[in-house]
């Protein structure tokens, strides 16, 4: 970069050099920190929606539960009061006393289930983020890829069926949650590029010493004229407001730290396919700044 | 008896949702597709229409939409997890529904909204009764009429009756 005959004019001496490297670096801290805080923003949405219909119908059956305690304790009260037991039998029956049991089974088996669902979702979305995880570290791809899709699950299913076409894979060393990170905005940017209902193809392959992962759409494609412009920052296509056009900008970088590479081949009208390709690097570990 | 349709992909939701509205001794058909509820409309004069808005294939508005053409008296009602803008503006401009619910929901709200839908869907249904009954009557009307012009034009001043002074009526055509 130093070298470059346009920038002569400019002075830059290596301490100049380190300086700016270093602000550069700090920059790219910041960018990859508010995209992944953006990532975060546009999944509570999501989130939201998949947690609101459980707790929908837990909340609602609680309040059903509580109508039908009512019942149930008026039935027990009667036991010590009632002077007959045709008298009980009539409370039984008007309180549709066989309905309430099996009823009250179900009501607390679907409420569990909900519960477990909100459970599943909240650890999901932590794996996901793994909060402060900033190291290389031996991870499985594949359970990454599967936790990014429960993640975004909710907001892809209106839109797409995912096909999973997984190889078999050795662990990778990475940054899972930045990989994770990755796979969402092609995930995302794949769904946002399908009108109507599609497909969205998630395929990999092992290959001597790196793995490939394919995220394919059958979207509307990425014209000619955009096409080499994809992974510039805020290059974006959405209305103003919707995109900041960072996201494959921030993936290509994730990828770069990485010593791996992201590419694109898209077809105007068919679809779009994005592969990332990542050194598998086990022995390597003097890259891991 | 008063019908109401319920359209939601989440199983669940609409258990607890028919535990809660059959208790207020409505009957309640649960459809957890837009096909089988969208059969299901021309099975049955549902009075309250509830769809979840975010669904497989098609969404809830656009659902509620068909809906209002093939029964246009049933009042339609979105009760969604997905609250934002959007979608309320799209409900309330293109199926005009008459209430737009948020998940999670309070029972009596629920409750209380589809009551009010189900005395609108009645108003209405009265409104159209009442209509048909005057129109019937001013055909009758009509028809009367008409008879009477006809009459009138074979002989001149028979739907007429002439009086005396005294108010006796005279018959013949002397006057
Ligand atoms: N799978 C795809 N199919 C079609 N076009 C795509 C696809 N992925 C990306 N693009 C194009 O590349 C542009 C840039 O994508 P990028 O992810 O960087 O930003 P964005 O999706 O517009 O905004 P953001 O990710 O911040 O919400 C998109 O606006 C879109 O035009
Ligand atoms: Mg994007």
């Not at chain 1, 009501?107 to 900033?134: C, N």
């Not at chain 1, 290509?252 to 990485?258: L, N, Q, R, T």
């Not at chain 2, 159209?128 to 009459?151: D, G, P, Y």
Request: hydrophobic share 40%; net charge negative; charged share 25%.
């Amino acid at each position: 970069m130093s070298g470059d005959p346009i920038m002569t004019d400019v002075p830059n001496s290596p301490a100049d050099d380190t300086a700016l490297n270093e602000q550069l670096e700090r920059v790219n801290r910041q960018l990859l920190q508010s995209e992944k805080m953006a990532a975060i923003g546009q999944l509570a949405a999501g989130v939201a929606h998949e947690i609101n219909n459980p707790i929908g119908y837990v909340y609602s059956n609680l309040q059903s539960l509580d109508r039908y305690l009512v019942d149930m304790f008026r039935l027990t009260d009667a036991i010590g009061s009632a002077s007959t037991q045709e008298e009980l039998e009539e409370l039984k029956q008007s309180i549709d006393y066989e309905f309430l049991r099996g009823d009250l089974e179900d009501l607390v088996a679907e409420s569990r289930e909900g519960i477990e669902r909100v459970k599943t979702i909240i650890t999901t979305l932590m794996d996901f983020t793994h909060a402060d995880e900033e190291e290389f570290k031996l991870a499985d791809i594949h359970w990454g890829i599967n936790t990014t899709l429960s993640v975004i699950n909710n907001e892809i299913k209106y839109k797409a069926e995912v096909v999973k076409d997984f190889g078999d894979l050795p662990l990778v060393s990475c940054i899972i949650s930045q990989i994770n990170q990755v796979i969402l905005n092609l995930l995302a940017n794949a769904a946002h590029s399908i009108e109507g209902f599609g497909k969205i193809i998630v395929r990999t392959r092992h290959e001597s010493n790196y793995v490939v992962i394919d995220v394919e759409d059958t979207g509307k494609g990425i014209s000619q004229e955009h096409i080499n412009k994809v992974f510039d920052p805020f290059f974006t296509t959405k209305p103003i407001g919707e995109g900041t056009g960072l996201g494959l900008s921030l993936s290509f970088s994730i990828v770069e730290k990485h010593n791996g590479r992201i590419d694109v081949t898209s077809t105007p009208g068919k679809g779009t396919c994005f592969r990332i390709i990542l050194p598998i690097g086990t022995s390597d570990t003097g890259r891991c700044s | 008896m008063i019908k109401i349709q319920l359209v939601d992909d989440e199983p669940n939701i609409l258990k607890a949702l028919k535990r809660l509205l059959k208790a207020q001794g409505w009957e309640v058909d649960a459809y957890d597709n837009v096909d089988d509820a969208l059969g299901g409309l021309l099975a049955h004069d549902y009075a309250v229409i509830v769809s979840d808005y975010l669904m497989p294939a098609v969404d809830g508005v656009t659902y509620l939409q068909f809906a209002k053409q093939r029964r246009p008296d049933a009042m339609r009602l979105v009760l969604t997890a997905h609250g934002d803008r959007q979608s309320v503006i799209k409900a309330i401009n293109q199926a005009e529904v008459y209430r737009y619910l948020t998940k999670p929901w309070n029972d009596y709200e629920i409750v209380a909204a589809i009551q009010s839908a189900v005395e609108l869907h009645q108003l209405v249904r009265e409104n159209h009764r009442l209509l048909q009954t005057v129109a019937t009557q001013k055909a009758m009307l009509q028809a009367r009429e008409q008879e009477l012009q006809r009459l009138e034009a074979e002989h001149p001043g028979i739907t007429q009756v002439l009086r005396d002074t005294e108010g006796s009526i005279l018959v013949g055509d002397d006057s």
